[in-house]
């Protein structure tokens, strides 16, 4: 089994809104019992609590239902359980890096190095924005993950192939 963290700040807006998106790209392709997913935050500010409402709307616009998922906080234990934890930019990069144990280093990247052609580095923030930045981070994202499922594909075949 293949394990992915996507992580932002406080796991209620980006990195909720990719595990949700990569889930139902995994359902869409049959793979979702081959491959783990998850999200959480680098900071505790909303543990426990579900997506943001606005994230939450722009996803089901897209058949994609964040609802069930809760935020949590990233622990350095998931650098030994996840083989992938993504970070939405750079500075939770930065965060990231600061709890990743010895050896671990390169499990974490930023997202959307799985889209290079989109020319951006980061998932940008939605929060304290419009309905509108909740929609420009679930087309990045869409991108991202349609990246990062080619990747595991490879990974998978790998695996089994061994």
Do not use: W
């Given at each position: 089994?293949?394990?992915v963290?996507?992580?932002?700040?406080?796991n209620i807006c980006?990195?909720?809104?990719?595990?949700?998106?990569f889930?139902?790209?995994?359902q869409d392709?049959?793979?979702?019992d081959?491959?783990?997913v998850?999200?959480?935050?680098?900071?505790?500010?909303?543990?426990?609590?579900p997506p943001?409402g606005?994230?939450?709307s722009?996803?089901?616009?897209?058949?994609?239902?964040?609802?069930?998922?809760?935020a949590?906080?990233?622990?350095?234990?998931?650098?030994?359980?996840f083989?992938?934890?993504?970070?939405?930019d750079?500075?939770n990069?930065?965060?990231?890096?600061t709890i990743?144990?010895?050896?671990?280093?390169?499990?974490l990247?930023?997202?959307?190095?799985?889209?290079p052609?989109?020319?951006?580095?980061?998932?940008?923030?939605p929060?304290?924005?419009?309905?509108s930045?909740?929609?420009?981070v679930?087309?990045?994202?869409?991108e991202?993950?349609?990246?990062?499922?080619?990747?595991?594909r490879?990974l998978?075949?790998t695996r089994?192939s061994?």
């Amino acid at each position: 089994m293949v394990k992915v963290l996507f992580c932002c700040m406080g796991n209620i807006c980006r990195s909720p809104t990719a595990h949700g998106v990569f889930r139902k790209l995994l359902q869409d392709e049959g793979l979702i019992d081959l491959v783990q997913v998850d999200s959480a935050g680098t900071h505790a500010y909303h543990v426990g609590n579900p997506p943001d409402g606005r994230a939450i709307s722009a996803a089901l616009k897209r058949g994609i239902d964040l609802r069930p998922l809760r935020a949590r906080v990233v622990l350095p234990a998931d650098f030994e359980h996840f083989d992938y934890v993504l970070a939405m930019d750079r500075q939770n990069y930065r965060h990231l890096r600061t709890i990743c144990p010895a050896g671990k280093e390169h499990k974490l990247k930023l997202f959307l190095e799985f889209a290079p052609h989109l020319g951006e580095t980061e998932v940008p923030d939605p929060y304290y924005g419009g309905e509108s930045g909740f929609e420009r981070v679930l087309d990045l994202v869409e991108e991202a993950a349609l990246g990062l499922m080619t990747e595991i594909r490879e990974l998978l075949r790998t695996r089994t192939s061994v």
